[in-house]
């Protein structure tokens, strides 16, 4: 079969390397690793990272001896072209690496903000480690942090820049927090939320320019006029996956990286795994790219399965969580196209799940603080199994029954 070569050591490529080696993958494994540091966590970067004082070795996989232990190269170079003919990844060093097997694990990047001065200091991003670190220190010396996109991460980062005493203010162009992925009930709970603890999220507008005074970041302006001050800009305004590698290949890239039900690209010897991954799901019937940890550690799964005898088609079940605050989110399922939502608990008291339906088939829930609600969700959605809409609205029903 000859060696794997895997481009890209986050949730997916770590996740790989480690289940090859769990199921008795003998030959060579090399991850490539274009970041400075030990493969990590990306979801605390804008959680308890961020907010706490613990160094990067929390934020591991792994320490470096598991590497070593496995037999995993791990090599700190960046992958910049494939030659399929000849099955082998041209790394920036000038050095290259033969394959069995290419898996692309390249993840994704940020969309950048494309309007005047957005490239001043004061104009921050969030994805990887050396992001957050900066960020860390930009919290603790700045006062005012305007923050550009209401999405998940945007919400997140501004929770705990609030929590750690700063003025915020989110701009964003919907008319409702985290609109591309949750339901109204969702939202407006988490603005009252953020509203409650003193963050103004502005809605409907967009930053059309960064002002500054001599290259310092002093506000922005809206596009309906007006001007907010601030020390610090935070952009979250979503990702673009990492598609070049194969693109420049000749493998076929749209959203992401086209892949069949396998998470096989057009050539039978290159697989590609995670966020920059746009595979075809017989679940769902159509062909998805997600960004989570979930989609990255079971797509990794799959093919190291598949790489070591036992090929199945992806037939994950999609779930997220994220922590604003006090609050805790969690997802199960894809929630889009419901026609019917089911408040299951107490809105009132912060402990609630939007129960979403298509024709009366649960096609996901979404929890705030409700724990239970999600892990039942995880467990009857993975089984294809679904409750009526009466039975989710009906809070002496039992869901644990539900599940025998
Ligand atoms: P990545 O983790 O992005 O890893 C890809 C790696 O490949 C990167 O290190 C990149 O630098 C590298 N790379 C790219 N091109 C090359 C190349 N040519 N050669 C070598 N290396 C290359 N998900 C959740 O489920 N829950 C959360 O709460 C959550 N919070 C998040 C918070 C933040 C701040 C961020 C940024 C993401 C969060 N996510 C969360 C999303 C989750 O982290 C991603 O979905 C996950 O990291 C995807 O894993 P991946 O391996 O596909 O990509």
């Given at each position: 079969q000859g060696p794997v070569i895997i481009a890209g050591a986050g949730h997916a490529g770590f996740q790989l390397a480690a289940s090859l080696r769990q199921n008795g993958f003998s030959e060579r494994i090399a991850l490539v690793n274009?970041?400075?540091?030990?493969p990590y966590q990306r979801?605390?970067?804008?959680?308890a990272y961020l907010k706490?004082?613990?160094?990067?070795?929390?934020?591991?996989?792994?320490?470096?001896k598991f590497y070593h232990d496995q037999n995993?190269?791990?090599?700190?170079?960046?992958?910049?072209?494939?030659d399929r003919g000849a099955r082998k990844v041209l790394l920036a060093s000038g050095a290259s690496l033969e394959y069995g097997h290419l898996v692309l694990a390249t993840g994704a990047r940020n969309r950048l903000l494309d309007i005047p001065?957005?490239?001043?200091?004061g104009v921050r991003y969030l994805r990887s480690l050396d992001d957050s670190e900066a960020l860390r220190h930009r919290i603790a010396s700045g006062q005012h942090v305007i923050v550009i996109g209401a999405g998940f991460i945007g919400l997140e980062f501004a929770a705990t820049a609030r929590a750690k005493g700063l003025e915020v203010d989110v701009v964003e162009l919907?008319?409702?927090?985290?609109a591309r992925a949750v339901t109204a009930e969702i939202s407006e709970f988490s603005q009252s939320q953020h509203a409650a603890a003193g963050i103004r999220i502005h809605f409907?507008?967009?930053?059309?320019s960064i002002e500054n005074d001599g290259g310092r970041v002093t506000g922005v302006s809206l596009s309906d006029g007006r001007h907010l001050q601030a020390d610090l800009v935070v952009v979250g305004v979503g990702v673009l996956p990492n598609v070049e590698l194969a693109a420049e290949a000749g493998l076929p890239v749209a959203a992401g990286i086209i892949v069949d039900e396998l998470l096989l690209?057009?050539?039978?010897n290159i697989s590609a795994v995670g966020d920059c991954a746009l595979y075809a799901s017989p679940r769902f019937g159509g062909s998805l790219r997600l960004e989570s940890v979930q989609n990255a550690t079971d797509h990794a799964r799959c093919v190291a399965a598949r790489l070591t005898g036992d090929a199945k088609p992806y037939d994950g079940l999609p779930w997220f969580w994220s922590d604003q605050g006090p609050d805790k989110l969690q997802m199960v399922g894809l929630?889009?196209?419901?026609d019917q939502v089911v408040v299951r608990g107490d809105r009132g008291a912060g402990a609630f799940s939007a129960f979403c339906y298509k024709s009366e088939r649960l096609l996901g829930i979404e929890s705030v603080n409700r724990a239970g609600d999600h892990m039942f969700g995880r467990r009857l959605l993975a089984a294809n199994r679904s409750i009526t809409p009466e039975q989710a609205a009906d809070?002496?029903?039992d869901l644990k029954g539900a599940l025998t």
């Open positions: 274009d970041e400075g540091h030990l979801p605390p970067l804008s959680k706490g004082t613990g160094g990067p070795d929390t934020l591991m996989f792994r320490p470096e995993v190269d791990l090599i700190t170079d960046r992958a910049i072209s494939i001065n957005a490239n001043l200091d919907a008319a409702r927090v985290m409907g507008v967009q930053v059309t690209t057009a050539d039978p929630t889009t196209g419901y809070a002496s029903f």
